[in-house]
């Protein structure tokens, strides 16, 4: 079986992020990037589905100019058995970056696409869906387990969804986004390292593949949120509840 | 402009607030963009679920009724979104970004071949929206540039519609192909609470990785909880750690909610957790190190140790209640 993982870069969740005083971005000076956390467990999962069945190939997508090869290297020392490079040096929207991923599709046939259920830098939760759409495929949303059939042929997937967990199912190939608790994704070891530097990384041009990705969401400016002003610190429980009580009456 | 089209969803019969939500925020671009309200609700029986959101001023309800449509399945609901959107001069769709929301809305964008927004706190005359990025540092003013517009809306920023004016319910019918069909739903398992709904709460209580275990969730935690007839929540440490389930996280990657008293305990005050959290009326952090950055959004901050401080305050609570 071969799984699709998709793969972006994004800031370390740690980091503090600043927006640059013009608005016209975010500082990126001193930002260390990692795997998108929700890729990387959608990646834990493809990994664990191939060593289940003992076969199938993992491939690995990314859209980014040169530098997101350190992500797609970090994806191999995983465990990913090859990865694709889709060179664009312009900001994409996520229905620009699901005609690429479509494209990607048609040429690879993968059975399955797995990807994070959004990306925390933009926080859009759209390309997953979008793809799905694109492609005419069935999609499972925030998953937190996965469960292929016997034949190989279909899957029943639980989603985290308000109030519950629900479970759908339908015949492959199909998209599946990750949510949290779908596992914990592994390290890279280092004989994995060391391998993932022999592995292949096939670089395309984005502007090859005929796709319109021209955008059609536009940032205009980014704001730093509003600072709440500074509140009380309280001694006891007593001051607190007499507060709450009197001053903000909520209690 | 052309008309505004909002998706309710429908929960055993119900329109759920987070739809009434939805419904004012349709209401507010209706105000500045001009053009007309019209609520679209799907299902296999809709009759009672169109007949109350009828109830809340809308030029109009579109009630598809089909058995394809008995559960929510992203793709039959997609493809017949994408019907209604073509047949009634749509130039706004919009839904809150439930689980539900989030998992349709980017999908019928794509059907239409146009972009989306999600989360969306603001529209604005200008035809800008506003929208958080990067765990809600930053606020960001956004366009989209198609005919049609989807964005989701971010249930914390709009009220809740209140009733209005009666509405006209048309009966409205879509074609569904194969390609619409490919989903089947096998089980929803509800989670079983007596609490109020963490999204809804007017109290929500929530623990972070400072309470250390599962089983002081139950025992330290809870007491307070039932005690305010609260939701409880907790941080993405906390899941992280597996003390409590994920549907309890509250953050940029969990629930966002906004209630009138949100009480953090033993939480560091991550900015994922913020972003969940900050547009809470009143805050009140209770964690032992000083320098947590939670106490920088609360409005009262207590330095304690938890263990011995929410049980006081559980105490305080039932007392000041008799």
């Not at chain 1, 994995?192 to 940032?219: C, F, N, S």
């Not at chain 2, 320098?291 to 938890?306: C, H, K, M, Q, T």
């Amino acid at each position: 079986m071969k799984v699709l993982v998709t793969v972006k870069r994004v800031p370390d969740p740690e980091t503090t992020i600043r927006v640059k005083s013009d608005g016209s971005g975010i500082e990126t000076d001193n930002i260390k990037y990692v795997i998108n956390p929700f890729d990387e467990i959608a990646l834990e999962e493809a990994l664990r589905l191939k060593e289940k069945l003992g076969s199938g190939e993992v491939v690995l997508v990314s859209i980014g100019d040169r530098v997101v090869t350190e992500q797609l290297r970090t994806g191999l020392a995983m465990g990913a058995d090859r990865a694709i490079l889709v060179g664009c040096d312009q900001d994409l929207d996520s229905l620009a970056v699901a005609r690429i991923l479509a494209k990607i599709v048609e040429d690879e046939s993968p059975q399955l696409v797995l990807m994070g259920k959004q990306a925390i830098d933009d926080d859009a939760n759209q390309a997953g869906q979008m793809l799905a759409a694109l492609l005419g495929w069935p999609q499972a949303t925030f998953a937190s387990e996965v469960v292929l059939s016997d034949d190989q042929q279909a899957v029943k997937v639980t989603r985290e969804v308000d109030g519950g967990l629900e479970t759908i199912g339908f015949a492959l190939p199909g998209i599946i986004t990750s949510d949290l608790r779908l596992n914990e994704p592994r390290y890279a070891s280092l004989p994995g390292i060391m391998k993932a530097r022999k592995k292949e990384i096939r670089e395309i041009v984005a502007t090859d593949l005929g796709v319109d990705i021209a955008p059609r969401l536009t940032i205009k400016s980014l704001e730093p949120p509003t600072q709440k002003e500074a509140g009380k610190k309280v001694e006891t429980v007593e001051e607190l509840i007499g507060l709450l009580h009197d001053e903000a009456k909520v209690i | 402009m052309g008309n505004i089209l909002v998706f309710a969803e429908t929960q055993k019969g119900r329109v759920p607030k987070s739809s009434l939500i939805a419904i004012q925020a349709g209401k507010d671009a209706a105000r500045k963009l001009g053009g007309d309200v019209l609520v679209a609700v799907l299902g296999a029986d809709t009759a009672d679920a169109a007949n109350e959101a009828a109830g809340y001023g809308a030029a109009k309800v579109l009630a598809v009724n089909d058995a394809a449509l008995e559960n929510y399945l992203a793709d039959a609901y997609a493809a017949t979104l994408e019907q209604l959107a073509r047949a009634n001069d749509v130039t706004l769709l919009a839904a809150t970004a439930t689980a539900v929301g989030k998992d349709l809305l980017p999908r019928v964008a794509a059907r239409l071949g146009v972009g989306m927004a999600s989360d969306v706190v603001s529209f604005h005359e200008d035809g800008t929206l506003q929208r958080p990025m990067y765990a809600g540092n930053t606020t960001a003013t956004v366009t989209l540039a198609d005919t049609i517009k989807v964005v989701s809306v971010r249930s914390t920023a709009f009220d809740a519609a209140q009733p209005g004016d009666q509405s006209a319910v048309e009966q409205v019918s879509v074609s569904l192909d194969a390609d619409a069909t490919k989903m089947q739903f096998v089980e929803f398992n509800e989670t079983k609470s007596d609490r109020p709904n963490l999204t809804e709460a007017s109290i929500v209580v929530s623990g972070g990785r400072g309470l250390k275990s599962g089983e002081n969730f139950t025992t330290y935690l809870e007491p307070l909880v039932n005690e305010l007839n609260a939701a409880m929540g907790a941080s993405r440490a906390a899941v992280d750690a597996g003390f409590v389930p994920n549907d309890l996280q509250v953050g940029q990657t969990g629930k966002v909610v906004a209630p009138e008293l949100y009480i953090a305990v033993g939480i560091s005050g991550a900015i994922q957790h913020l972003a969940g959290m900050k547009d809470s009326k009143v805050i009140v952090a209770v964690n032992k190190d000083p320098d947590a950055p939670i106490f920088n959004v609360a409005d009262y901050g207590l330095v304690a140790d938890l263990f011995k401080a929410v049980p006081e305050l559980t105490e305080a609570v039932k007392k000041a209640k008799e």
